[in-house]
């Protein structure tokens, strides 16, 4: 079984930051691909970014040039800087990961996070 640990959130005003991190542990032989999803109240989830193994990353177009994901792969760790924060990001972050135990891949998911951004 695979454990997801977010650490982060919090409160920041408009143009502020903040970092969210999500460790994996467990069976886990790989990860494929690591990565943040949000979810508004009454929106769906969407992708925020995620970055593979190899380091390829995607971002969401609003959050592009503004959010940097990165991974350590020894740790099993990603991590997400949010820079110039605007009050349409408060959302709930959560981190997915896609791991392969060995025998098959599966989607894991954190518990989330709350990020708020005043204006």
């Known amino acids: 079984q695979v454990q997801l640990v977010e650490s982060g959130g919090g409160l920041v005003q408009a143009g502020g930051s903040l970092s969210v991190s999500c460790a994996a542990s467990?069976?886990?032989?790989?990860?494929?691909?690591m990565g943040w999803y949000r979810q508004a109240p009454g929106k769906q989830r969407e992708l925020v970014a995620h970055?593979?193994?190899?380091?390829?990353?995607n971002y969401a177009d609003s959050v592009r040039g503004r959010f940097t994901i990165s991974r350590d792969n020894a740790k099993n760790t990603v991590y997400l800087q949010m820079n110039s924060l605007k009050p349409e990001d408060t959302a709930v972050y959560y981190c997915?990961?896609?791991?392969?135990?060995?025998?098959?891949?599966?989607?894991?998911w954190g518990q989330g996070t709350q990020v708020t951004v005043s204006s």
């Open positions: 467990g069976s886990i032989f790989s990860i494929r691909r």
């Open positions: 997915n990961v896609l791991v392969y135990s060995g025998t098959y891949y599966r989607d894991y």
């Open positions: 970055v593979t193994t190899a380091n390829t990353t």
